[in-house]
């Protein structure tokens, strides 16, 4: 079967086409025949080399959707023809997370690949609402926006939330936010992404770029108080600024390395102001299970910028690279 592996992270073929045998599924295992998969800003980390504890070579991605097309013997969670996703962390079932992660493309073998090797334990079922390629934007970047919104963050109706950019990870928080009931400030170097953002229901939005000390913005749109939760996907070159404009007792979930994964934090504005700041990454299968079901509910639709031929699998790593685009990149198989 045909794959995309990567060999040597950081270098300009890191990217290859490849075969793999075709995979059989033994107990408690499923083989799910993809149809669709989403990039995120992880993936190209993991291409240019910047992550760790990679088992090479490696298939990457950690985002598909798809059918079963065989299961192994014992299972009953799923049967042949079923539509699912694969949850992004393979271990994390339920409760606190694991010790150890073994998240798909980057940990274990991942997604870019016509068919993988899952056990039935780490799938979910994607309803019949959502195409194969809105649900394949789902495990990573939704579950994140939804763990940090919902679980760490117990969003309620008529706070506010700022929003980093116009990424995955960034949209979906903007839309659950918004079906929550919540105002959203979003932040982005373009006045182009914050008009598609507005569309979406962003309440307010700054660039950055000609607003450069936006934090003193959003403390001024909130007449002084600061927004309840940030949705920091920035890192190091954002933390600060994040900080600053959060309410006494607000919420911080950090969740991205945009500008950097190491910072200088100055600890006496998160003492007096009792900020509560969460690492993020990403969530179990019950949290994905949970936020389907909103999903549904809302009819809530996927920002998908464009959707990228499998066979040009490279091209939709340039595009992620690029910038140039709001929501997600997918790719049809």
């Known amino acids: 079967m045909k794959v995309f592996e990567i060999r040597d992270p ?24 993809l149809r669709a998969a989403s990039l995120n800003y992880r993936d190209l980390l993991i291409l ?87 649900a394949s934007t789902l495990p990573c970047a939704a579950v994140t926006a939804w763990n940090a919104l919902f679980v760490q ?27 929550a009931g919540a105002r959203v400030i979003v932040t982005s170097s373009s006045d182009r992404k914050l008009d598609k953002a507005s569309l979406l229901g962003a309440d307010t939005g700054i660039n950055y770029r000609t607003c450069p000390e936006w934090d003193q913005e959003v403390l001024a749109r909130t007449d002084g108080v600061g927004v309840d939760h940030v949705v920091e996907v920035g890192g190091a070159g954002t933390l600060g600024r994040s900080l600053s404009c959060t309410r006494p007792g607000g919420h911080v979930a950090v969740i991205g390395v945009l500008s950097g994964g190491q910072a200088e934090l100055a600890v006496f504005p998160l003492l007096a102001k009792q900020l509560r700041m ?3 990454y990403v969530g179990s299968r019950r949290h994905f299970e949970e936020m389907l079901d909103a999903i549904v509910q809302n009819n809530l639709r996927p920002v998908i910028d464009r959707v990228i031929p499998f066979a040009s699998a490279p091209e939709a790593f340039q595009a992620l690279a690029d910038e140039e685009f709001t929501g997600k990149i997918c790719l049809k198989f």
Do not use: C
Not at 78 to 98: C, E, H, K, L, S
Not at 113 to 128: D, H, T
Not at 153 to 179: H, I
């Open 10 to 33: 950081g270098t300009p073929e890191a990217l290859r086409p490849s075969t793999r045998e075709e995979p059989v599924p033994g107990p408690g295992q499923v083989v799910m025949e």
């Open 48 to 134: 240019r080399g910047h992550y760790p504890n990679l088992r090479l070579p490696v298939i990457p991605l950690s985002d598909g959707a798809g059918t079963v097309v065989a299961t192994g013997p014992g299972v009953s969670r799923v049967r042949t023809g079923d539509r699912v996703a694969g949850i992004f962390n393979q271990n994390w079932i339920d409760g606190p997370p694991p010790r150890q992660a073994m998240a798909l493309g980057g940990d274990r073998d991942g997604v870019l690949a016509e068919r993988v090797l899952l056990p039935a334990e780490g799938l979910v079922r994607i309803p019949e609402s959502l195409s194969f390629e809105e």
């Open 153 to 179: 963050g117990r969003l309620r109706p008529g706070e506010t939330v700022l929003v980093q950019g116009t990424g995955g990870v960034s949209m979906f928080a903007l839309q659950f936010a918004k079906m």
């Open 278 to 280: 969460q690492g993020v």
